[in-house]
Structures are given as C-alpha cells and as structure tokens.
C-alpha cells in the first residue's frame, strides 16, 4: 500500500508536469552518454513522459526536467527526489535557483507598457516586479526599496491574492499618478480613490501565466535574470550594483 501511495504521488507530479512546459532551448547541449542512459531508464519506471532534459549536476544527482518540475535521481534511476535541495554550506535553495535560470526571459521582451513605471535618479538599472496589492512580501519588497536611486521599476499589477486585490490594482491604475497611489497604498496603507477607467489587468494576468508567474513579488532584473519572492534590502542593492558594474 505505501509502494502504492508512492507511484500515484509521483504520477501526479508527472501529470501535472506534462500539462506545463517551458520549452528546452534550441541551443541546449547534447545529453553524454549517461545522461542519455538516465533518461531511458526514467522512461523505463514512469512511461513515455515528456522529458525536457537531463543534466548531472555538480553534487552527484541527475536533474531530470519535466515541465516547470524539477526531479532528481540517481544514475540508475532507483531513487527519484522531488522537493528542494538545499547546500548545506551555503544555505542556497539549489532547486529555486536553478528554476530561476531556467525561466528568466529578456527584459527587453516584456510588454512593458503594461506595468506602472516609476524612475528614480538616472534610472540607469531596470527592474520588473509582479506583485499583489494585498501581498505582505510586496510590502516588505517596496520597504527595501525605499531608498534605492538610478533605478527605473516597472510594476506588474497581478492580482491573484484576495477578491478586492482587482479592485485596489484598478484603482492604483486608474489614478492621476499610479507610482504614487502605489507606494502610498503598500508603504503606508493609505487606499487609492475609486477608479473606473481600462486597467490591464487581464492582460497582466495572462502575461504572468505565460511566464510562470505563481507568486508574488517576482522580480526580472535588466540583466534578465528572474528571482522569485522579497529578497533582503542588501541581497537587492548587491543585484542591482552588479548591473551597474556590467552596464
């Protein structure tokens, strides 16, 4: 019966896997042999699921991926982990990053028309962010921020927290200055006046599910790499400096 429980769990990870797929990139390195080997024995054990790529990582497992899931195992297939993987030196989230890689677009792409732009200084560093009116993570994002300057921030009204969360989004939207009625609604609570005009919103919600946005805040970066979630104020300044330094 546990075997039982076990092989349904998985399937339904492999289900849910097949229904969502980033697509693997039409310059991604041939599989070695043994990659190619971990595949068909993946193949073997769970059927013909649609398998983006194998790849052995640096600590000893194969990173099987399916869709937006990331699987590990062993050369022999015999063991197969699904969850986060954690180093345990560095206390990075291996699997969450690697995620990230693999899901970051280019900043150019983004139809940023849709977003509510903000520029401070030179606005020289460019970031996107998604983000919930109701999301408390935002809130502590747009903390961190306070103080940052030659950046330009481009915010993804995404409303997909509570009932009013299109409300408030409509309403910051509709403002006469919506950067404003942003901060003062997720810096200090203060609620935007009632706005009645053509706000994105479904626009944003669709962009979002095309780039896997299941959570807020997600954060592109003008380099194109992509986090997910508040980042501390010093992790955030380090990102941004970073592109400085390559701009």
């Not at 560095?90 to 970051?104: F, G, I």
Request: include cysteine.
């Amino acid at each position: 019966m546990k075997n039982r429980w076990i092989s349904l769990a998985l399937g339904a990870v492999l289900g849910l896997a097949a229904l969502s797929s980033w697509g693997q990139p039409a310059t991604a390195p041939a599989m070695s042999p043994a990659e190619q080997n971990v595949r068909k024995l993946f193949v073997q054990r769970f059927g013909n699921v649609d398998i983006d790529g194998v790849s052995r990582t640096p600590y000893g497992l194969y990173e099987v991926r399916l869709g937006t899931t990331l699987l590990y195992t062993d050369d022999k297939v015999s063991y197969v982990l699904n969850g986060n993987l954690i180093d345990a030196a560095s206390k990075k989230n291996v699997t969450r990053e690697r995620m990230e890689q693999l899901l970051a677009v280019k900043f150019d792409e983004l139809p940023l028309n849709l977003a509510v732009k903000q520029v401070r200084g030179d606005g020289s560093r460019r970031m996107a962010v998604f983000e919930d009116p109701n999301c408390g993570y935002c809130k502590q994002l747009r903390h961190s921020l306070q103080d940052v300057s030659n950046v330009t921030i481009y915010t993804f009204l995404y409303p997909i927290l509570a009932p009013d969360s299109s409300t408030k989004a409509r309403d910051v939207w509709c403002s006469s200055n919506p950067g404003q009625a942003w901060d003062d609604w997720m810096l200090n609570g203060k609620t935007p006046p009632s706005g009645n005009c053509n706000a994105p919103l479904e626009a944003v919600l669709a962009l979002g599910k095309k780039l896997n946005v299941t959570g807020t805040p997600t954060i592109f970066f003008g380099d194109d790499s992509r986090v997910s979630g508040a980042i501390p104020a010093a992790q955030l300044r380090a990102r941004l400096d970073s592109m400085s330094k390559k701009s």
